[in-house]
């Protein structure tokens, strides 16, 4: 039991628990705030696992610009009070109990899979570093890369289109 | 670390994502749970990473396998970015019409 395992199963209760607290929390600025909490413990495996790239730019990207966006339409919208009303109670129960099911199902089925006693490699490996993914995407990858600049064109013209007045 | 928990670990995170798109009525709410599931298929697809690294490795030292894995969710966190802007727009809309964002008020197609 060594710092790294440490680590994970600190991240990983840090993860569950703020999920669980998401979708229970009656406030949405409470929902939007514990999503972020999150995001940090999943940055944190990133981290981890040595994917810096990615860790840095879930910050960046996840924490710190579409969870901004999120609060300010709830900001906006004068949501940050509890006024959702109470959901019918049986609608609630079939809810969890399909998930929970669906969780049942995926664990029994992964339960025994053949790549079961493989080690993902943690705290090693520079496949993560931004050199090498950098490499590989502006060679690889330059297609899809200059086709996602195209799709986040359009978004912002779509988005702009649909807000607008009238 | 063993694969296995991460794969338990990405389970547990979308099946929580689900359980919030199937009870919350607040449509910001069920926007934030996709976002939550889009992040457990990531967390795995960079465990996955890691582990085909690994067993490349052991072969070729400077082998770059797996950074295709990392890429994918590069790829998935900018479709999301994308996914949100013209999702909350749609939902600022729907605000504006209706004056409320409960989902279930959303049934007109029905009518």
């Not at chain 2, 400077?62 to 970015?81: C, E, H, K, P, R």
């Amino acid at each position: 039991m060594n710092i790294t395992h440490v680590l994970f199963w600190f991240l990983s209760v840090l993860a569950l628990f703020s999920a669980l607290m998401v979708i229970t929390s009656r406030n949405p600025v409470h929902s939007v705030l514990w999503l972020i909490v999150t995001f940090f413990s999943i940055s944190g495996h990133y981290i981890l696992l040595n994917a810096q790239f990615l860790a840095i730019v879930n910050i960046i990207v996840y924490a710190g610009a579409i969870m901004v966006l999120f609060l300010f339409v709830i900001m906006l919208m004068n949501l940050n009070k509890s006024t959702e009303p109470k959901k019918n109670r049986w609608l609630q129960v079939a809810g969890g109990l399909a998930g929970g099911c669906l969780l049942l199902v995926l664990v029994a089925a992964l339960r025994d899979t053949e790549i079961k006693g493989k080690i993902a490699q943690v705290n090693d490996g520079n496949i993560g570093l931004i050199k090498n993914l950098g490499k590989e995407l502006f060679s690889t990858y330059v297609v899809p890369f200059e086709i996602s600049s195209i799709l986040f064109l359009s978004a912002m013209v779509g988005a702009v289109v649909i807000g607008k007045k009238e | 670390m063993p694969i296995n928990y991460y794969i338990f670990l990405s389970i547990a995170l979308f099946c929580i994502g689900i359980v919030g798109v199937l009870t919350r009525r607040n449509a910001i709410i069920i926007f934030m749970c996709v976002e939550l599931m889009l992040n457990a298929v990531n967390l795995l697809l960079v465990a996955f990473s890691k582990m085909h690294y690994l067993a490349k490795a052991a072969t070729d030292v400077n082998t770059t396998a797996g950074s295709d894995g990392q890429l994918f969710v590069f790829f998935i966190m900018v479709v999301a970015a994308a996914e949100v802007s013209v999702g909350l727009a749609i939902i600022v809309m729907m605000y504006r019409n209706i004056h409320s964002v409960d989902v279930n008020f959303l049934n007109r197609l029905k009518h």
